[in-house]
Every structure is written in C-alpha cells, then in structure tokens.
C-alpha cells in the first residue's frame, strides 16, 4: 500500500505513479481542516517544528500489508503534522515501511533522509527504503508523470 500526505500536489504524483509502478492501493491522508494561502503555509510550519500531528479525515487499514510506503513532502526539515497523526496511531508491527520524501532542496537532500527515518525509528518502525526527490517549488516547473516514472524506476531497482 502507498499512503501520502500532499499539501501542494506535488508528492501526491509521485505517490500515484509508485502505486501504479507497485501495482498497490495508494491512500491519502487528507486533513480534516484544510490549509490554505500564507496562513496555511505558516500553521503547518510552526506545527512541524513544534512536533504537532493534525487530525486527518481517515486512517488506512494497514493489518494486511507486510511493507509500506510513506510518501510525504519535507516541512522544515521534518514530518508534516498530518502523516505525524498516521505515525502515531499505526500499528506497524511485523512491517517494512519504506519512505518517500519530496522536498525543494537537494542540498538538504541527506539530511531530510535521516531526520525522516529517524523519526519513523522512533516510533517503533523498521524502515526499508528511504527514497528523496527534489520537486520544483513553482507549478510550472512540476515533473512530468514520465519523467516521474522513470525517476522512481531507477531508484527502485537499486
């Protein structure tokens, strides 16, 4: 199964293409309050930094799945507080959870990584793959679902 959090969109292409790829259900993790404009942009920081999870509307069913992935975008260098909520509440015994972060800058890639990781760790998660993509900041610029696709191909066979 994917699970992902995406505020702006951008990791939610990289989530559906993985499923497609994985031939799995991908599910989303949707906020019960919605964020929005500057404001939005602002509370989630100030929520990520202070380790705040944020209610989502629905948890997937994980019992069945001996391996997930995660995907999610990087918010001041750590978890976004909506996959924070998931985190907590999972029952991820006797599963590999793999990591898909999307952030805008690769040259806080690796460190975006461990503090990711470390995070799941924490939590009592035995991670598998912890795999990092770099998404343009600008709409315009986003990756095309092929470029995507190839991108993740790669890195899944390594």
């Given amino acids: ?56 509307e629905a948890l997937p069913d994980i019992s069945a799945c ?34 898909l972060i999307t952030c805008g800058s690769a040259t806080e890639m690796e460190g975006y990584r461990q503090n990711a990781e470390k995070t799941f760790k924490d939590a009592g998660c035995v991670t598998g793959a912890v795999l990092g993509f770099v998404c343009p900041m600008k709409k315009k610029e986003a990756a095309a679902s092929e470029d995507i696709k190839e991108q993740l191909s790669a890195m899944l066979q390594k």
Avoid at 3 to 28: C, D, P, V
Avoid at 84 to 94: E, P, Q, T, V
């Fill in 66 to 99: 001996k391996e997930i992935y995660v995907c999610m975008p990087i918010w001041v260098g750590n978890v976004p507080p909506a996959v924070r909520y998931f985190l907590n509440r999972g029952d991820f015994a006797g599963k590999t959870v793999n990591l």
């Fill in 1 to 56: 199964m994917v699970i992902y959090y995406s505020y702006s969109k951008n990791t939610e292409k990289y989530a559906k293409e993985l499923a497609g790829i994985l031939q799995a259900e991908a599910f989303e993790l949707k906020e019960t309050k919605r964020r929005s404009g500057v404001a939005g942009f602002l509370s989630g920081g100030f929520q990520t930094l202070m380790k705040k999870e944020s209610l989502v």
